[in-house]
């Protein structure tokens, strides 16, 4: 069973930054995928970024792209997201999200779908104030 355990949110003025950290755990192979999603109070979650671990393809939303880097230390097992300039609508509850054991190529060509994703985190709230 691999558990996931986000870190580094919290509350922000607008224009700051934040970096989340997911670390995964338990028993670990090796991971195909692993993404971030959110979801506001109110609305549907959704994709904010994601890598295939076995390469480097990545992903982002429209709404993120530069301003938000993913990256990964596979050493660690942990998967980052740098949030940059940050807005009031990028407040949501972040959740880290893996793919692991199901097949790599499927999870590759649908990065920032939520059914290609076999494991998730509880979340961290991450809150921007104008």
């Known amino acids: 069973q691999v558990q996931l355990v986000e870190s580094g949110g919290g509350s922000v003025q607008a224009g700051g930054s934040l970096r989340l950290s997911c670390a995964a755990s338990?028993?670990?192979?090796?991971?195909?995928?692993m993404g971030w999603f959110r979801q506001a109070p109110g609305k549907e979650r959704e994709g904010v970024a994601a890598i295939y671990t076995r390469g480097t393809d990545t992903r982002y939303a429209d709404s993120v792209k530069g301003r938000f880097t993913i990256s990964q230390d596979n050493a660690k097992n942990t998967v980052y997201l740098q949030m940059n300039s940050l807005k009031p609508e990028d407040t949501a509850m972040y959740y880290c999200?893996?793919?692991?054991?199901?097949?790599?190529?499927?999870?590759?060509?649908?990065?920032?779908?939520?059914?290609?994703?076999?494991?998730w985190g509880q979340g961290t709230q991450v809150t921007v104030s104008s």
């Open positions: 338990g028993y670990i192979a090796s991971s195909n995928c």
């Open positions: 999200a893996a793919n692991y054991y199901d097949s790599p190529g499927y999870c590759r060509t649908n990065l920032m779908s939520q059914g290609a994703y076999n494991y």
